[in-house]
């Protein structure tokens, strides 16, 4: 099973990228996916996270607003759209799905309730 995170870059402050994940090896179809960041020295943070269905979106406060999280099941594959960039947001990004179907929040925001994670992609946002 891998995750494949790509989309990353350095971009401007206010400007915009998108991250995608690709899975394969397993269908993630009823498995909810996040996105988590992490900079050198600091715990990796929540980002945003989506239920399997896609239905139901969850994001950190430090992001809500200027993020937007999807999925596409039928390539096996979530998005993290990221608008309004700020040098604050500079980190490695990290893709992770769970083996479960949780939908509640706390079992979302939470990395350790993911069992898959892709290698990360790195955004640079300068000032």
């Known amino acids: 099973v891998q995750l494949q995170a790509s989309g990353g870059g350095t971009v401007q402050s206010g400007g915009s990228l998108r991250l995608s994940c690709a899975a394969s090896?397993?269908?993630?179809?009823?498995?909810?996916k996040g996105w988590f960041r992490q900079v050198p020295g600091k715990e990796r943070e929540f980002v945003a996270a989506?239920?399997?269905?896609?239905?139901?979106?969850y994001y950190a406060d430090s992001v809500k607003g200027r993020f937007t999280i999807s999925r596409d099941n039928g390539k096996n594959t979530v998005y993290l759209q990221m608008t309004s960039l700020s040098p604050e947001d500079t980190a490695v990004y990290y893709c992770?799905?769970?083996?479960?179907?949780?939908?509640?929040?706390?079992?979302?925001?939470?990395?350790?309730?993911?069992?898959?994670w892709g290698q990360g992609t790195l955004v640079t946002v300068s000032s």
């Open positions: 090896g397993r269908s993630f179809r009823n498995n909810a």
């Open positions: 989506i239920t399997w269905s896609g239905g139901t979106t």
């Open positions: 992770a799905a769970q083996s479960g179907s949780y939908n509640s929040r706390s079992y979302l925001e939470d990395l350790y309730w993911y069992d898959f």
